[in-house]
């Protein structure tokens, strides 16, 4: 087996990299007042959201330093488990988020402690072999497709930020497209061309309701949607 080159890992962590520093100055640039706002995640405000986010950085920063020395159970795509709901808030993890980021009090120390815990998470991810085996969730991929997972994480929650706040800055195009062809090859399907990437995952995801020509134009596809991503 030949081996596989540094720039094929290189690009792939650039974007894990660009993605997570877009989400994380998208919400070091929101006013204060938009913490208060609902996000794109069922029973979440924005702050709750940026809560999560935080607890993200710290379970990237636990799986990076977790390794494996078992063969791999799954890998980017295969990571992700495809529930039958969407959330409603009421998980007691998600519930338990709630609470947390209510005990933030102000959004400054939810905006200071997400640059702390993710920078740290970025330069991290940075750092690792992308080649090494680690182990989260009780299973077992490369470092490489943990990381391109989460490009998949970063892109869906930044559109989860924004949801109701039209001026805030839009995730990287390049993750777009990559968490696009991610959730296609999840589907086993790809979506329609005349879809952006952007619809194609609002409307794949169930973040919103496709309307009834784009629900035409997804044909067998639309029977298959929403795809729950956790």
Known sequence: MSAVPASH???RVDL???SWAALRTAVAQLPDEAFDQPSG?????????????IIDAQDVLITLVTPADTEPTV????????KDQPPTGEDPLDALTVRLAAAYEEPGLLKFHLDDVGSAAGRAAELADRGVRVSTRDEVLTTDDYLTAYVLEWTLHHLDLIAHLPDAAEPPAEGLARTRAMLEEIAGAAFPSSF???DALLIGTGRRAPTEAEKAGLGALAAKLPLVIG
């Open 9 to 11: 890992y290189r690009a």
């Open 16 to 18: 894990f990299s660009r």
């Open 41 to 53: 995640c069922r029973g979440w405000l924005v702050r709750d959201l940026v809560c999560h986010l």
């Open 75 to 82: 890998n980017a795509v295969t990571y992700w488990n495809v």
């Open 196 to 198: 952006t990437d952007r």
